[in-house]
């Protein structure tokens, strides 16, 4: 143990998960398959956007110069729908053309006047144009994006828009890393199944759930095995099943000073441990080393500590992997009540972040101690107070958004 890193500040923890990300293999998915995944690649645009110059609205399309003192009586010499060719014809002076939205603007043109601006008479083919023309009004070829322009870059995640400028783009696939499969098991005597029947000192198990679902808002496949009872046998023994099976893997409980601490005596004594504690509050026990050549992270055990550092380390570490991923959302947020801080730790709350009035206010959340999970579902964020903070009312901190 005289070698490992122990009680490192945050910034040195991150350093040191750096130097072992994961490395996870490429793919192709389809546009269909691409929600939440992660580009693991640039993604450069194969077409220009728009296509082509063309109307933003429904009305009428004429050479500005004609439109300069309205009301003003043009010929309709043609409509132009969109996903029709461009047509031929040029619109010379005192005339129009009827046009669509996304329609291809006519050689000749260089305006537009929406159709509740203009009084058309069918009968002798004239639109008369009661305002001056717009030339805003013309989406220009390649204002939005040209070809060759990279739009999406590895390490995005995808979400609703960018699978749309994909698709924009003309890609019907996208390349994304594989999913990490993240094993993880929950240790601990007292642990039930939600549901079950509990002795005496028995507690429903939590953290395997909460923490499934942030591996897959990481992006990545969560496999939950069942809780193990705090036995070094037991433990190796769902160790090296995770480690067959897994990429990653997650534990939660056993790594604190305790005697019945097995993860961390494991992990020290038969695996290969990177650092073990962390200077931050809450979360300070975890661990990070390998078991079987596979990376492991052991959380502690109280359910929002273990949630708050998977989302200072492993999340990062997930993100560091592959080239950007889970986007982490930070802002800078004042302190509308006193918050307890500390000289060496980075103090994380759990705070409500208020953006009704002029100033963004930070207001806790309640109490909040390590095993309220309550204080978190309250929570739509975690101050970054630094080590030293006075925590005073008024004063400023950033806090990542969950
Ligand atoms: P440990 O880190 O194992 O000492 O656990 C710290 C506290 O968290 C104890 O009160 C445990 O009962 C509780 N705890 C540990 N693991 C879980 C879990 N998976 N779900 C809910 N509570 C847990
Ligand atoms: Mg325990």
């Not at 305002?131 to 220009?140: A, L, S, T, W």
């Not at 997930?318 to 801080?341: C, D, M, N, Y």
């Amino acid at each position: 143990m005289a070698e490992t890193p122990y009680f490192v500040s945050y910034p040195e923890a991150m350093e040191i998960l750096k130097c072992h990300p994961l490395h996870l293999s490429t793919e192709h998915v389809s546009l269909d398959d691409a929600f939440h995944r992660i580009l693991s690649q640039d993604l450069e645009s194969k077409v220009n956007d728009p296509r082509f110059d063309n109307s933003s609205m429904d009305g009428f399309a004429f050479r500005f110069q004609d439109s300069i003192s309205p009301p003003t009586s043009l010929d309709v010499i043609q409509t132009i729908q969109a996903g029709t060719s461009l047509p031929q014809t040029t619109v010379e002076t005192g005339q129009a053309a009827r046009i669509m939205t996304g329609a291809p603007i006519p050689k000749g043109a260089d305006a537009i006047l929406p159709i509740e601006k203009c009084r058309v008479d069918e009968e002798k083919s004239t639109v008369i144009l009661l305002e001056e023309g717009k030339k805003h009004f013309i989406r220009k070829q390649g204002e939005n994006l040209r070809r060759g322009h990279i739009a999406l870059h590895q390490g995005d995640i995808l979400n609703p828009s960018s699978i749309g400028l994909c698709a924009t783009m003309g890609h019907p696939s996208v390349p994304v890393f594989s999913k990490a499969k993240i094993g993880i098991i929950s240790t601990g005597d007292e642990l039930k199944f939600p549901g079950e029947k509990l002795s005496e000192n028995d507690i429903y198990e939590s953290n395997s759930f909460g923490l499934s679902g942030l591996v897959r808002l990481s992006g990545h496949e969560a496999k939950r095995y069942d809780s193990v009872v705090d036995s070094l046998d037991e433990l190796r023994d769902k160790l090296d099943i995770a480690s067959q099976e897994c990429d990653l893997i997650l534990t939660s409980g056993g790594v604190s000073m305790g005697d019945w601490d097995l993860v961390r005596k494991l992990i020290e004594e038969e695996g290969d441990i990177k650092f073990w504690r962390v200077k931050i509050r809450p979360g300070s026990p975890p661990l990070f080393g390998y078991w079987n050549g596979k990376p492991l992270f052991g959380l502690p055990g109280n359910p929002a500590s273990s949630h708050v550092v998977f989302r200072m380390l492993v999340a990062p570490y997930l993100r560091h992997s592959t080239h950007g991923g889970f986007q982490e959302r930070k802002i800078r947020v004042q302190l509308a009540e006193r918050f307890k801080t500390d000289e060496n730790f980075l103090v994380l709350r759990r705070i409500k972040i208020d953006m009704s009035g002029d100033k963004i206010l930070a207001y806790s959340t309640g109490y909040q101690g390590s095993g309220n999970l309550n204080s978190l579902v309250l929570a739509d964020g975690l101050t970054l107070l630094e080590p030293g903070h006075s925590g005073e009312i008024g004063t400023w901190c950033e806090a990542l958004l969950l």
